[in-house]
């Protein structure tokens, strides 16, 4: 079955501190992935995505994701925090066999501290 | 201009009811989705139009009806509302194919008393 897993489900970090959140996919065919980001009580916005190319993909605000095909893993990381990342991440697939519908992990709740 | 609009943003209604949340993108996109989010933040497609077309339909209730007048339209009808259905709606639009990324319209909040 198609799905999209992310590891962390609450993360609580102090600002300054390194930043990465696990996603795993489980797709046939093409894959298409993205990160986006949901600030409290706003929409989802994009922070980043994979078509081909480089696997290390830079995005807005200083993230960034790699993405290993052999892992089937598309981790999101940021080398320093701040207290206005606060937010939910949600790890996104496109799969050519799923006609392309865009699928969501469950998301990850991060909480920095001042 | 606002890419992807819905309305109401918040929308409170009584059991039984029928409700109705509208959609619009002004992007030229191809394709439309509705997704639930719950309390837990998960986010579920629901439906997803293509041209007018519904090409994905998971397992949502019958209750629940897509309708797309025009490509820049998805609007999602609602029909004898349960306190299950309490949830933000979103609705969004990306071009077709894989390396559309979606745009998010802000939400509807819907609560069932």
């Known amino acids: 079955a198609q799905s999209v897993s992310q590891h962390n489900h609450h993360v609580i970090l102090s600002e300054a501190a390194s930043l990465e959140l696990g996603c795993n996919y489980s797709y046939g065919g093409t894959v298409n992935l993205f990160w986006y980001v949901q600030y409290p009580g706003q929409h989802l916005q994009l922070l980043l995505k994979y078509f081909s190319g480089d696997p290390l993909v830079k995005g807005i605000k200083g993230f960034e994701a790699e993405f290993i095909k052999s892992k089937f893993s598309f981790n999101l990381r940021k080398p320093s925090v701040q207290w206005s990342d606060t937010a939910e991440y949600f790890c996104?697939?496109?799969?050519?066999?799923?006609?392309?519908?865009?699928?969501f992990g469950k998301g990850t709740s991060l909480l920095v501290t001042p | 201009d606002t890419a992807v609009s819905q309305t109401p943003k918040y929308l409170v209604t009584q059991m039984g009811n029928d409700k109705s949340i509208k959609c619009e993108q002004n992007?030229?996109?191809?394709?439309m989705y509705w997704y639930k989010q719950d309390s837990k933040k998960f986010l579920k497609i629901m439906f997803s139009y293509n041209n007018k077309e519904l090409i994905i339909n998971e397992t949502v209730p019958n209750r629940f009806s897509p309708k797309s007048p025009d490509k820049a339209h998805l609007n999602l009808h609602i029909n004898s509302l349960e306190l299950g259905d309490s949830a933000v709606y979103f609705c969004?639009?990306?071009?077709?194919?894989?390396?559309?990324?979606?745009?998010f319209g802000q939400g509807t909040r819907l609560t069932v008393v």
């Open positions: 992007l030229g996109h191809d394709t």
């Open positions: 969004a639009s990306s071009q077709a194919g894989g390396q559309g990324e979606a745009f």
């Open positions: 996104a697939v496109k799969g050519s066999n799923s006609g392309y519908a865009l699928n």
